[in-house]
């Protein structure tokens, strides 16, 4: 054993089955939540089968968004619901990608530290990997692994190996394997159909895995003869086959596992007891009733360029609904292109407006345009990352009187480049890993919005960008009423602005949404959401 590894450690793997896409990160945040709620302290860790060293050179349509840990870590998505489930921050220790084990494995060898032995997949690489998941372990009871792509894919092999060695290396009673899987349903037929299922469970035997439980993504009811026929198929106890049927709220998913007794399962294969000061579900039921049951419900604008893959701005969606949770509303997330020529048709439904983070300049002018539209209309909105920057300029242009005003991200040689590169930024070659990263410290000005809506003078939140409020327009843009309310002191970054002639018009460099969590929503979602249900009224 390495003095690294924790021997009480129990380990619980997700796998997915038949197609991508089929809910493994909620699956293991659910399980996690579950878990958390029995009094055990949960890790998480996400393998992903991409060579990628990270997620963050891959366009949004590829991978969805790309997650940003305190620490200052690009990961996957997935990592965003394990902080949301689980109310914990992850770190970067908690995604691991093949790019990133082989590039470990690779500088091992060219080090000499293999000692002239040939460098192979089994072990090297899957230990490597093995290592990654006990590192994860060090100080937890239980730590879920969720394995990504899909059973048969050849890139997630290696990882498929390296778990099923992990029963091996720590015994049975410490090792538990998860499978989600796909019952589709034929409509021309109206029944579920199994095979799917039972080829991919059949699939992951033959690698050596067999599953201890099986999560069932299903349109309709799982009943129990159909149940039978599965377990019968794919050697699984009835009791031990999970139903996970489309839900209202992914939050009540962990609900749906707790009333199916998965995690009762989960502690009696891992031998592991509740504590006697577990705290239950309860105020997850009473969340979770709150998204379900609104008394309220006002309509939010998301302007953006990424409107065909959702998943772009998963955590954006995610903190808008618990804004919503705060106010006892529903949010209806109107997604807006602004590269679309209806646009302002659809901006006279809204009550709010959101202009999220991007890169690029396709698109730009329309969302300034849309900055300016809720500027002039009074409407409450929210910029964030490129979001204040848009602002920035819609500012500069018709409140300063600086008609050229721009970002020399899109115009370098723009005559009034009112944003610009970060210093640090210039010069950079390579992209991957080296914007302005993780969590900042910000001191917020009292008697101002940012105030108002943090209720204390220092924060820190979470960043991702490499431009800037050029300072050389700072006095010019404030003397035309922008309010930088919030700033990063050591190197006099503005971090918030808003303006002193609208109700309710913050933006901010940073990304709060990264932070905000369904039982303890973000202050600036908190009071965006209540500013829009005021002038929804």
Same mark, same amino acid.
């Given at each position: ?92 220790e908690n995604n691991v990608t093949t790019g990133k084990i082989y590039e470990e494995v690779i500088l091992a060898e060219r080090e000499g530290k293999y000692l002239g032995k040939t460098v192979q997949v089994i072990p090297h690489i899957t230990n490597a990997i093995k290592e990654r998941i006990r590192k994860v372990g060090q100080r937890k009871e239980v730590v879920i692994v969720e394995v990504g792509g899909t ?97 209202? %709220? ?125 500027? %002039? ?21 018709h409140l300063a009187h600086l008609k050229e005003a721009n970002s020399t991200e899109f115009n370098p040689h723009a005559k009034h480049p009112v944003i610009h590169m970060l210093a640090e930024q210039k010069n950079i070659e390579k992209l991957g890993g080296t914007m302005r990263l993780g969590v900042y410290p910000c001191k917020i000005k009292k008697n101002t919005m940012g105030f108002t809506i943090y209720k ?82």
């Amino acid at each position: 054993m390495k003095p690294t590894e924790n021997k009480n450690c129990k380990y619980i793997f997700v796998t997915g089955g038949v197609v991508s896409s089929l809910g493994k990160g909620v699956t293991s945040a659910a399980i996690g939540r579950c878990l958390i709620g029995n009094g055990l302290r949960v890790g998480m860790l996400k393998l992903d089968p991409y060579i990628n060293v990270d997620p963050g050179t891959m366009n949004p349509y590829q991978h969805g968004e790309v997650f940003v840990t305190e620490d200052g870590a690009e990961t996957d998505l997935d990592l965003g619901h394990y902080e949301r489930f689980l109310n914990m921050n992850m770190q970067r220790e908690n995604n691991v990608t093949t790019g990133k084990i082989y590039e470990e494995v690779i500088l091992a060898e060219r080090e000499g530290k293999y000692l002239g032995k040939t460098v192979q997949v089994i072990p090297h690489i899957t230990n490597a990997i093995k290592e990654r998941i006990r590192k994860v372990g060090q100080r937890k009871e239980v730590v879920i692994v969720e394995v990504g792509g899909t059973v048969g894919d050849i890139e997630s092999l290696p990882f498929l190996e390296a778990i099923r060695q992990m029963k091996i290396d720590h015994g049975a009673g410490n090792v538990f394997y998860t499978h989600v899987t796909l019952i589709p349903y034929l409509k021309s037929s109206d029944e579920l159909k199994t095979k799917p299922t039972q080829h991919s469970v059949g699939k992951l035997r033959e690698i050596g895995i067999e599953p201890n439980v099986l999560v069932c993504r299903t349109e309709k009811p799982l009943e129990l003869d159909l149940k039978e026929k599965i377990g019968l198929f794919c050697n699984v106890p009835v009791q031990n086959i999970i139903a996970a049927p489309d839900v209202s %709220t992914i939050y009540e998913i962990p609900l749906l596992f707790k009333e199916q007794k998965l995690d009762a399962i989960l502690l009696a294969c891992l031998n592991l007891k509740p504590k006697k000061n577990r705290k239950g579900l309860q105020n997850w039921i009473e969340m979770v009733q709150k998204i379900k049951f609104p008394k309220k419900e006002v309509n939010i604008a998301i302007a953006g360029k990424y409107m065909e893959l959702k998943d772009s701005y998963k955590s954006l969606i995610e903190a808008l609904i618990h804004g919503g949770i705060s106010q006892e509303a529903h949010v209806n997330i109107r997604y807006i292109d602004v590269t679309h020529p209806d646009l302002w048709d659809q901006l006279k439904l809204v009550s709010g407006i959101l202009v999220p983070g991007g890169f690029g300049d396709r698109g730009i002018e329309s969302k300034i345009a849309v900055v300016s539209y809720a500027r %002039t209309h009074n409407i409450p909105f929210l910029g964030i990352c490129l979001g204040m920057q848009c602002a920035v300029i819609d500012i500069a242009r018709h409140l300063a009187h600086l008609k050229e005003a721009n970002s020399t991200e899109f115009n370098p040689h723009a005559k009034h480049p009112v944003i610009h590169m970060l210093a640090e930024q210039k010069n950079i070659e390579k992209l991957g890993g080296t914007m302005r990263l993780g969590v900042y410290p910000c001191k917020i000005k009292k008697n101002t919005m940012g105030f108002t809506i943090y209720k204390k003078e220092n924060i820190s939140e979470r960043h991702r960008h490499r431009y800037e409020l050029n300072n050389k327009f700072r006095k010019k843009l404030e003397t035309a009423g922008l309010v930088i309310s919030g700033e990063y002191t050591q190197k006099k970054l503005s971090e918030i602005i808003e303006l002193k002639t609208h109700p309710w018009f913050v933006a901010v460099q940073f990304h709060p949404e990264l932070k905000s969590r369904p039982l303890e929503p973000h202050p600036i979602f908190k009071e965006f959401i209540k500013a829009a249900l005021t002038y929804g009224k």
